[in-house]
């Protein structure tokens, strides 16, 4: 089961949290001015508190994810944290699905129906969960390098737009926005859910994958405020896609905008993010599964996948609905539920595989 | 048998993406309308708005050329609607074309128009992730309508020469130059301000424009008869607008334009002409490598501005200064040093102070150095930048090169 190492691990989270920058923070919470600096800085000290719990149950639990050792110590345990880790997993799904087809209708294709948007994504995403954890990794590289090219050409054509004048260093805003972008912040940290599930796929210490994603993430995001301010200024209040925005005004020799490449990459990368979440879930319906029929368990996710896009699709086409929904998962309840409570649980209440008798291996 | 999998699964990644143009509702290139430039007119009367449009001609393209010159490349069209987005779709249906804004180069608001809200007429263009970011936004002394009628001969399309009159004008420190978004930014700050290049038609002895009637290469004017006759209709940059709180409160002359972009540090280069003395044949002293700094300064809670410049002037014409002559050289500097100073302090005058315009980014800098004055004067800060006394000082060092030397 040892698939990846915590260097791949990391490099998945950047992915998936590259993905949540752009198509999950709604543009609201991306203000000018320097709070949202100290807002990403809180969150992320937050975030590595959160993942304490599933980083010493990786310890004890060598080779595990959070399910194993609760159904070992009890089957109805297991089945409680699994049900809820599901609901709040989907809940993650949803919410990338929904923003995600957003995204798409409001800068690539404004006529095209949701359904459609949401499907094809899905259908793409769910290919990749059948791949398996491993082969979402070893796509999660090329992500990351097209990802890394895109910010190289972006980077290079921000000089004669960035003004440096345009920061500045006081905190003249409410305390509101600081809290609200802070959630929020927390709220799109759904990597704490995989790596309750997929940390006993990593072939050694997984806890540094965290560590160094979390690293990254810092300055990736400390690093996209920072352009957005130097760029865009006080306008970026007005913004819903201020990197989009940023990526349709620089100009590469014959390339005259480069949000074309901005939305193939950040779709990208959503898809990934979607398929390790189904992938996770594949991953919990075979731990309950009693026979290993892969075809019953595909049709059992594809199923799960189809009940999704209708909920997406009820909650995505009505505004109402969809604003419910999003304040729901800005309280960060999912995250602290199946990211940090549910390990915390198995940490004190989970079984360490016993000894086989007369040998020096574990079993289950 | 592997390998026969990944073969029909890498062709079916290839293909299938094709199938999924069925997804949306596309358009084929030849249904739409690549418009080049608009302009935005407010007809107070009717109470609508006019959007009139250049848009690529295709019939001219084709054969071993993309584009035949031979023919009028632009088309024009006009629309009429109660708001920008209607007369955007007058328009598209009188051509029968898709609107494809993507390429547009240049946005000219009329000057009626200008007197009401400039960020709500912008916004249409913005709010459509497809137009074009980097486009020009320019002002017309009368109606945007009469620089989009002017075709020009030059460039691949006529919006080509206009674009092109801009871009040199900013480069050449004599006009700032207003993409979309850095009017938007502009507009951001509390004063919403912004300082747009003021286009004008004139009739001018020059052959650059092209017949509309006949699509020929001949003048507006026509080609016969005497001087009269050989003047044509041609378009000019004779200012700036100036706008505050989103609506224009005047214009300024070039020589204001040339202040502006000088305060804000824009100017690449600049060319001063001076004389010494009332006979003397003008110098003109080229100045570049230009250093100016705006700081603000909070003084007993009142806030004043410094301006600290700094260039090199390189002599154009060797007209009177001989080797050695100091003293002559010396006036010469101190000349340029004076003209640079006035022509700061009459824009400072005129935009900031009469038309209340921010556009030397005087609260961005204010906003950067002390937000907490800001944030406890962000109800007045527009009024406290227009009142705020400015200090300029100027300073220029002749660099002598060249063979002439």
Redo the contacts between chains.
């Keep these: 089961m040892n698939e990846i190492s915590w260097k791949q691990l990391a490099a998945l989270f950047v992915v998936t949290r590259a993905s949540a920058e752009m198509t999950v923070i709604p543009g609201e919470l991306i203000l000018y001015g320097p709070d949202r600096f100290w807002s990403i800085l809180a969150a992320k000290l937050i975030v590595l508190i959160l993942f304490l719990p599933a980083i010493f149950m990786s310890l004890r639990f060598k080779g595990e994810g959070f399910l194993v050792p609760a159904i070992r110590k009890n089957k109805i345990f297991g089945s409680v944290l699994a049900i809820l880790f599901m609901l709040s997993l989907t809940v993650v799904i949803l919410e990338t699905l929904i923003n995600l087809q957003l995204y798409i209708s409001d800068v690539i294709f404004d006529n095209m129906l949701f359904i459609i948007g949401v499907s094809v994504i899905s259908i793409a995403a769910y290919y990749g969960a059948l791949k398996g954890f491993s082969a979402i990794s070893r796509c999660s590289i090329f992500a990351l390098v097209m990802f890394a090219v895109l910010m190289v050409l972006i980077a290079s054509t921000a000089s004669d737009k960035a003004d440096i004048n345009y920061l500045y260093p006081s905190f003249i805003r409410d305390g509101e926005y600081f809290i609200r972008s802070m959630l929020a912040e927390i709220s799109s940290c759904s990597e704490i859910l995989i790596f309750a599930v997929f940390c006993g796929h990593v072939r050694s210490k997984p806890h540094n994958a965290v560590f160094l994603y979390l690293a990254a993430a810092l300055v990736l995001l400390e690093g996209f405020t920072l352009l957005y301010n130097l760029i865009l200024g006080p306008y970026l209040d007005h913004l819903e896609y201020p990197l989009y925005t940023i990526s349709s005004m620089s100009d590469v020799v014959i390339f005259q905008r480069l949000d074309g490449i901005d939305s193939v990459v950040w779709v990208f990368c959503c898809i990934i993010k979607l398929a390790l979440c189904l992938c996770a879930a594949h991953n919990i319906f075979t731990s309950f599964g009693s026979s290993p029929d892969k075809l019953r368990q595909n049709i059992l996710l594809a199923v799960y996948a189809v009940i999704l896009i209708g909920i997406a699709y009820f909650l995505g086409t009505d505004k109402e609905r969809y604003d419910t929904f999003e304040s729901m998962t800005h309280t960060s309840l999912h995250i602290l539920v199946a990211g940090t409570l549910i390990p915390l649980m198995v940490l004190i209440a989970g079984k360490k595989r016993t000894l086989a008798k007369g040998g020096s291996k574990f079993e289950k | 048998m592997a390998k026969l999998k990944r073969l029909i699964a890498l062709i079916s990644a290839l293909i299938l993406p094709l199938c ?1 143009s069925g ?3 596309y358009v084929e290139l030849s249904e739409r309308g690549i418009v080049q430039a608009v302009g935005v007119d407010y007809l107070p009367d009717s109470k609508v708005y006019r959007m009139s449009l250049q848009y690529f001609f295709q019939s001219g393209e084709g054969g071993q050329n993309q584009i035949d010159k031979t023919q009028p490349n632009v088309l024009k069209s006009v629309g009429e609607g109660v708001s920008v987005f209607d007369a955007a779709e007058d328009a598209s249906v009188k051509t029968g074309k898709d609107l494809l804004f993507s390429e547009n180069r240049l946005i000219i608001i009329g000057n009626e128009l200008a007197k009401y809200d400039l960020e709500g007429t912008l916004s249409f263009f913005v709010s459509n ?1 497809h137009s ?3 486009a020009y936004v320019a002002a017309a002394k009368n109606t945007a309508e009469e620089i989009i009628d002017i075709r020009f001969k030059e460039g691949n399309v006529s919006t080509d020469k206009l674009t092109n009159m801009i871009t040199n004008a900013s480069r050449r420190g004599t006009s700032p130059d207003c993409r979309i ?1 850095d009017a ?2 502009s507009l ?2 509390s004063s919403r301000s912004a300082y747009l290049p003021l286009l004008e038609v004139k009739e001018e002895k020059t052959d650059v424009t092209v017949s509309q009637e006949s699509g020929s290469s001949q003048g507006q004017g026509g080609s016969g008869g005497g001087e009269e006759e050989q003047k044509e209709k041609t378009v000019v940059i004779s200012g700036g607008a100036a706008f505050s709180q989103g609506k224009l409160t005047g214009t300024g002359t070039r020589g204001d334009s040339a202040g502006i972009q000088l305060i804000t540090g824009d100017t690449p280069e600049l060319s001063v002409s001076v004389r010494t003395d009332d006979d003397s044949k003008a110098a003109t002293v080229t100045l570049f490598k230009l250093d100016i700094k705006t700081i603000p300064k909070i003084s007993d809670g009142k806030l004043s501005f410094k301006i600290d410049g700094f260039g090199f002037g390189r002599y154009e014409e060797r007209v009177f200064l001989s080797d050695g002559d100091d003293e002559a050289e010396n006036e010469l500097t101190l000349k340029v040093e004076q003209t640079v100073v006035k022509s700061m302090t009459d824009a400072l005058e005129k935009i900031k102070t009469q038309y209340g315009c921010d556009a030397f ?1 005087f609260e ?2 204010l ?2 150095s002390y ?2 004055f ?2 406890d004067n962000r109800d007045n800060i527009s009024e406290l930048i227009r009142t705020a006394p400015v200090e300029i000082a100027f300073r220029c060092q002749p660099y002598i090169e060249g063979i002439a030397n």
């Design positions: 999924l997804c949306i509702q992730y074009h970011p980097r978004y938007m930014i951001s700050y980014g961005k800098l906003l950067h937000p907490d800001w944030y």
